[in-house]
């Protein structure tokens, strides 16, 4: 089993900055991706951005169009860490943040391809 916990979360005005941490234990070495998604009230829990986990090359990275160039997620291998940087934050990121682990492979900006899920943690961005 693999168990995941965000951190980082809060409240900050739009143009603002938080930084998320997703720390990963157990059975880490089966983990091929870490995930971030969000969940608005009333909406569908949506793909944010990814990274590949316990591999020797570069981490690979991908993130949904909404966000790219202002979110930047990056991993620690060695403290099984995963981080979602979140810059020029807008009131529409408000939601609750995710992280989730997956040891297949797939699609990963579909839920389903994920095993493990953390608790998440609320981000709300103020106007």
């Known amino acids: 089993q693999v168990q995941l916990v965000e951190s980082g979360g809060g409240l900050v005005q739009a143009g603002g900055s938080l930084s998320l941490s997703c720390a990963a234990s157990?059975?880490?070495?089966?983990?091929?991706?870490i995930g971030w998604f969000r969940q608005a009230p009333g909406k569908e829990r949506e793909f944010v951005a990814r990274?590949?986990?316990?591999?020797?090359?570069?981490?690979?990275?991908f993130y949904a169009d909404s966000v790219k160039g202002r979110f930047t997620v990056s991993r620690n291998n060695a403290q099984n860490t995963v981080y979602l940087q979140m810059n020029a934050l807008k009131p529409e990121d408000t939601a609750v943040y995710y992280c989730?682990?997956?040891?297949?492979?797939?699609?990963?900006?579909?839920?389903?391809?994920?095993?493990?899920w953390g608790q998440g943690t609320q981000v709300t961005v103020s106007s």
């Open positions: 989730a682990g997956s040891s297949r492979s797939g699609n990963y900006i579909y839920t389903e391809t994920y095993d493990y």
């Open positions: 157990g059975r880490t070495l089966s983990i091929y991706t």
């Open positions: 990274v590949t986990l316990n591999t020797w090359s570069g981490a690979i990275t």
